[in-house]
């Protein structure tokens, strides 16, 4: 796997979350397709879709094709400079096992989502 840094690690009494900088488009999309529906309105909102786009102009985000309407947004988000694209990704990991919860092109969105799933747990 490209380079990957952490940008932030709490552990909790069921386990570790982090969020890591990574360079890995297919390592990001592994992890955005683990996604679950809350985590796909948290992107969805924290990227500003219904602000940035008239109701014409994008899916709901209920229907199947929002899927790669986001990646899409995500990706455009996520370029750095050129062609490099950085993404932040938030693991959990319990019991020995790691599990990817959510993908952003943001630092913001991911520390947030991390910190919720940390309020969560307490």
Known sequence: MPQQEVYFEQKTDKGTIEVLKTYDRQYARE???NMDESAQRYLW??????E??????????DQPDSEDFLWE????A???????????V???TQNG????????????????????LIAAVH
């Open 31 to 33: 992890a955005f397709a």
């Open 45 to 50: 909102h924290s990227l500003g879709i219904d």
């Open 52 to 61: 940035n786009y008239d109701l014409d102009d994008r899916p709901s985000i």
């Open 73 to 76: 947004e995500m990706l455009e």
């Open 78 to 88: 996520a370029r750095e400079d050129g062609n490099v694209l950085s993404f932040f």
């Open 90 to 92: 938030v693991s959990q």
């Open 97 to 116: 096992l790691s599990k990817d919860l959510y993908a952003s092109p943001d630092w913001p969105s991911a520390e947030a989502f991390a910190k919720s």
